[in-house]
């Protein structure tokens, strides 16, 4: 099955300061490659996706790249604030067999941003 | 986001006992999901639901069991609960079969003594 690694698992940033969180993943059929932030005690929330068709996708201060020959896809957060503190998780979507699919998460980037 | 909600948000249960954790959504989503989330582990798939009667494990399936009678129920049983699952259980549902945002509801803390 698919396998998604993603780096580093804490990140502590200055406020203003740019933060990049990187994933991998394993299986070239997966197309489809979501970010979700979870701030303490929440749940996960979608804040940025991106398909494999397109290699680069921002919304704002958060930037998405996906890089399919090297099956790696980028999270990048500038102007970074102290709301941006929260857990990041990295996902790919791997179309099992006939019309399932599901969604892998990595084990997620504990972002810190200091005033 | 109001849309999926579990029960019970908090329950502690005893080793060897029965416990099912509930998910409804008001969508009408065909996929349904159950996650645990785990520090260090992030978020592991249980079992997941293309529609209803159709079920799949996922990752982390053993010691779970899943039904969907209803498209708008995923229902979670832990048939003999054991310490190892303690854990917080996130049920999530997600519109189609193209790839879609996937909406998670407010999460279950289960602790099993």
């Known amino acids: 099955g698919e396998n998604v690694e993603q780096h580093p698992s804490t990140l502590s940033v200055q406020e203003g300061d740019s933060a990049v969180i990187k994933c991998t993943y394993s299986d070239s059929a997966s197309n489809y490659f979501p970010w979700y932030k979870q701030e303490l005690g929440k749940r996960p929330q979608l804040i940025i996706d991106?398909?494999?068709?397109?290699g680069e996708k921002k919304d704002q201060r958060i930037a998405v790249t996906l890089n399919k020959t090297a099956k790696h896809f980028s999270l990048h957060i500038t102007e970074t604030q102290p709301e941006d503190s929260a857990v990041y998780f990295c996902?790919?979507?791997?179309?099992?067999?006939?019309?399932?699919?599901?969604?892998?998460f990595g084990k997620g980037t504990l972002l810190t941003v200091n005033p | 986001d109001a849309g999926i909600t579990q029960s019970p948000r908090y329950k502690i249960t005893e080793t060897g006992r029965q416990v099912t954790l509930m998910c409804h959504q008001t969508?009408?989503?065909?996929?349904m999901f159950w996650y645990r989330q785990d520090l260090g582990h992030g978020l592991r798939l249980i079992y997941y639901?293309?529609?209803?009667?159709?079920?799949d494990k996922g990752e982390v399936p053993d010691g779970y069991v899943v039904s969907r009678s209803k498209t708008e129920n995923f229902p979670l049983t832990l048939e003999s609960a054991t310490r190892s699952q303690t854990s917080v259980y996130f049920c999530a549902s997600s519109e189609s079969r193209r790839n879609t945002e996937a909406f998670f509801g407010q999460g279950t803390r289960l602790t099993v003594v």
């Open positions: 969508w009408s989503h065909s996929y």
């Open positions: 639901s293309a529609a209803a009667d159709i079920t």
């Open positions: 991106i398909r494999s068709n397109v």
């Open positions: 996902a790919a979507s791997l179309r099992s067999g006939g019309s399932n699919y599901k969604l892998t």
